[in-house]
Each structure stands twice: as structure tokens, then as C-alpha cells.
């Protein structure tokens, strides 16, 4: 009795609390102090978009945060669809082309959505926490971000309102056949469905293939010398052009990350490189962005599907980059692995395959920028476990390789994802079965796996956008030197991980060389670089010419400070300014006398 009056009294207090709880947080929320505050837009980001309503989100976003944002289009895709692109920047800390700014792009491929997605919830993001949290203020304060959700809406249209098959091409029209007719040969959704399917034809004891004991939608290859029951036809379609091929020239047909200038290669030994680089709308209006915002300093294009954190180059022929930068590239890459589990940092040609003419080559070779590729999803986080995506490659294993995403499908997403092998009266082959993985299965998250892909990644791009140059100016010194002489010595830092200028643009000229001016009523007899200001030694003298106005063209490294000394004849104020193209412009005032 006495252990259940306790319980009693127990559950009663718990009750009342539960209760007073409840009030507490009506109350606090009825005045928006809740310790999870009201959004300004209450967004969902568990469905897929379309280009029309990716482009109808960030007009609200606009419309929303008028003061951070302003929507523009880079231009217009080969289906007259816009290229959107929102610009985030405090106009109250300087104007946009004063400050580093960080270029994010997505869905470069059709079928690659879930970047476009993150580049939306990245918008939402910072404005949603400006107010909120102080760290999410001071990088919206000191940066600016170019965010393109969409660089291939074409594509992604086409991936959207279809099947997906062929959806990762962009829409200019190609040959792919050789046959001189373009895109005449596209995938056929023969039975409606709106996924294409595999066919498999039943042929008892002439086919190539058998049942797999456990799953028989699992089609197996029969050893050497046997002969199974099934043959596999290939993909849903018909021979539209009569050439004995199906499906073989969907609309478009080239890739659209083969098309940059950077190791550039013709179509015969980079497929779907196109005619020369550029020459899809898409891309050509990327590049003219780019160009003219030459501030930009980090990059970060999402694709979708491998799990890796991606650096140039795409080739081994094209050597790899000096050791200054790979010290840069590998301490956000590493880090980023710990901000994203199940990822790899990886460079592209050694982790990927070789890739030519891809954009982050062109970025980071081009216009100096320092430039990263997510591949968002990884089969692994099915599962979230190392010891089941041991098994799923354990061929013992009941989620062995064939099974794991059958089991997922299954118990997890309840079907959804996997159409049944089902009778079918095909006009070429007769009686078969079709069915197959939808196209939302495989390369992209289950939706509600979205939200930590998004925030994530995300975070790890604000990492590697935190990181972009800042130039600061320092402590300064004035030494009289008699004769009417001064020494006046100006410490310029750059805070920031990423040089002013990589090795790698140094070495190709792509970024203006930073820039040190003086201004004022004294003459700069002699100036140079101090070795080290808390040692007397000698002064590295700059031979230039003109030394109120001195070019840099090694730029600033990261995380550094350097002391410019000047020796000068005269007395008053002296301005002292470094100019960086992707670090900004800093100034200070020296009083001599």
C-alpha cells in the first residue's frame, strides 16, 4: 500500500507537472520567447520541387528579407526557363563586391535534385537566424553568397515531370545516334506508369539468367554452362527510329559538367564534352557570372550520389596542385568529413573517375577559386550503421548487396520505392514482365532523410565560406629616423584560412595581383617587407618602381600577418590601403611626425 500510494503520488506530480509545463510553453510561445522561437516562413523541406516552384520560393524569400536579398536570373536555359540566382548581402557592412564572396550551385545534372534543396534551405537558414544566433550574423555581415538552386532547370523539369530516365543531360539537342536526326529515339513509359522499367522475358532453360532463391524480384547471372529460365531485354522503350536500338537518343545527350575550359577534351575522348566548352546556354551564363564577379573566392557545386567531399583536379595528366593549397584544400576537406559522416574527402580523378572540362577545374584554374563538389547521398545511411553496411556487403548475408535495398524498401518506405514485376503484352517481344527501382530511389534520399543532408552539407559550405580571405589591418609604428626620416612599419593580417590569391591562380595570372597604396603628404623613399618584427634583421626591399602604389602578386597567405615597412621623408597623415580582389579592401591611417 505504502509503495502504491507513492506511486500515486508520484504520477500525480509528474501529471501536474506535464500540465504546468504545458502552460509555461503556451505562454512563452503566445509571446515568442518558446525555447524553439516561430519561424518568419514556416517552409517544409520534405518534397521535391519543381523549377517553377523552386523559382516561386525564393521570390517569397525576396520578398520576405528585401534588405539581404536580391533575386536576379543569369540568363535563360535552352527552354527559356531563368537561371536563378539570389545574391545575400548586408548592404549596411558594404557593398557586395567589397567582401569574399561564396558561389553555390546545383542540379548541374537533371536527376541530381537534392542540391537544388540545399540551396534553398541555406537561404532560409541564415535569414531565419540572423537575428538569432551570432555566428550565423557575423558570416551574413562579413560575406556575401551567390546561390544558383538550379543551373540545369531543363533537366531537372524534365526529371521532375517524367520518369527520369535520361533526365541528366541538359536540353540542347544532339545526335547521339549518328543517325543526323536529334533526340528522335527518347525513353517510352509504355504501360503509364511514370517509371521505366527493366523487362525480363521468361524462356525455360535458354535464358542467361534465374530467380534468386530468396527474392525473386532479384534477377541472377547463371554460371558458365548452365542455362537459366529468364533473358533481361534491357529498359522500358521501343525502337522509335527503326535503327534496332531503344531509347538510344533522349533529348539532349551530353553532360553538362564536361563543358568547362579547364582540360577541356573533344567528345571522343570525353564524352559528352560537346562541340567546344561553353557552348550550352546553361554553362556559358555560369561562366559569364562568374566573370563578373571576380570577389568570389569559394566555391561549391552538389551533385549526388557517392557520399564525397570532391577537389580538382579531375585528371592525373593534369598534375595535381602546389603544396600550399593542398594544405588548404585538405584542412576543410578533412574537417568536413567530421561535419559529414559517411563522406570522403576525395580528389576527383584518384576517388571519382577522370573528369575533363569539369566546372570546378574551371573555377579553381580559371578565376582562382577555391572550389568543392558534394556527392550528397551514400548508400550506407540506408542502414546508419557500419555493421549492417558490413553485411550488406557480405554475400551470406540476408541484406547482401542485391537484398539491402529491397529490405529497405520494404520495411522502411513500405514499397514505395520498387515497382512489381508485372505481365506485360510488349509490341516487340511479346508476352515479358516490367518492373524496376523508381526514379527517386538510389542516387537521392529518401525525403525524410532530407534534413540532416541538408543541414550538414550546408554547414560544411559555411565552413568552407567562413574560411574565404578577410584582410584586417594591424598595429602600426612610427620610428623617427632623424634627418627628416621616418620608419613607419603597418601590420596587414589576413584571418582566414584561404590565401588572398591560391598558388594555383598565381601561377596561372586569373586573379589581379593584390594591391598596397599609400596616400598622403609624405614621400616613400624605400619600401620593403619586414622578415620578422620581434627580431632586428635586414628588410626584404620591394624593387619596384612605384612604391606608393606596390603589386602583390603572391597575395596574402592564410592565417597570417606580414609587416610592410616604409621609409619616408615628410610629415602628416599617411593612408595606407590593401586592396585584395577576394579578400577586400582595408585601410588605416598612420599619423607621422
Known sequence: MRIARLLAATSFAALALTVALAATSTKLGAQGMSSDPPHTLDLTWDRWLDHNEVGERMQLMARTWPKFLTLTSMGDSYGGRELWVMTINNPDT????????????????????????????????????????????????????????????????????????????????????????????????????????????????????????????????????????????????????????????PPGGYDPNRNYAADWQPNYIQGGSMDYPFRPPESRATEDFLAAHPNIAGMQSYHNSGGMILRPPGSAWYGDFPASDIRVYDEIGENGERILPWYNYLIIWRGLYTVHGGSIDWTSDGHGILSFSNELWNGGKYFQSPLLTEQMNNPFSPLSAGRSRFFFDDFVEFGEMYEEWTPFDHPDYGEVEMGGWGKYTGR??????????????????????????????????????????????????????????????????????????????????????????????????????????????????GRTTKTIEYLVRGSGNMEVTYSSVKGGTVSTTVRVR
Open 94 to 249: 558594404g557593398p557586395e563586391m567589397s567582401k569574399a564572396g561564396m558561389f553555390i550551385e546545383a542540379n548541374v545534372h537533371g536527376n541530381e535534385i537534392q542540391g537544388g534543396e540545399i540551396c534553398l534551405y541555406t537561404i532560409w537558414y541564415l535569414m531565419e537566424n540572423y537575428d538569432r544566433n551570432p555566428e550565423i550574423q557575423r558570416m551574413v555581415d562579413e560575406r556575401v553568397f551567390y546561390i544558383a538552386p538550379t543551373v540545369n532547370p531543363d533537366g531537372r523539369d524534365y526529371f521532375m515531370d517524367g520518369t527520369g530516365s535520361g533526365a541528366r543531360t541538359g536540353h540542347v539537342p544532339v545526335d547521339s545516334d549518328g543517325d543526323g536526326l536529334f533526340d528522335e529515339d527518347g525513353p517510352d513509359d509504355l504501360n503509364e506508369n511514370g517509371v521505366i522499367e527493366q523487362i525480363r522475358k521468361y524462356v525455360p532453360g535458354e535464358g542467361t539468367h534465374r530467380l534468386n532463391q530468396h527474392d525473386s524480384r532479384i534477377m541472377e547471372t547463371v554460371a558458365p554452362g548452365e542455362k537459366g529460365d529468364w533473358v533481361l531485354l534491357g529498359s522500358e522503350g521501343l525502337d522509335n527510329d527503326g535503327d534496332g536500338r531503344v531509347n538510344e537518343d
Open 444 to 557: 537521392i534520399n529518401p525525403r525524410f532523410m532530407s534534413m540532416e543532408t541538408f543541414h550538414r552539407n550546408m554547414a560544411f559550405t559555411l565552413y568552407h565560406a567562413d574560411e574565404m580571405p578577410i584582410m584586417r589591418m594591424g598595429e602600426t609604428r612610427v620610428e623617427t629616423m632623424g634627418g627628416g626620416l621616418y620608419r613607419v612599419q603597418v601590420d596587414i593580417i589576413n584571418e582566414r584560412l584561404i590565401p588572398s590569391i591560391t598558388a594555383r591562380a598565381m601561377n596561372n595570372r586569373v586573379v589581379r595581383p593584390d594591391l598596397l597604396t599609400t596616400d598622403g603628404n609624405v614621400e616613400i623613399v624605400a619600401a620593403g617587407w619586414v622578415v620578422d618584427k620581434n627580431r632586428p634583421g635586414k628588410t626584404r626591399m620591394i624593387d619596384q618602381e612605384e612604391l606608393s602604389r606596390i603589386m602583390i602578386r603572391s597575395g596574402h597567405p
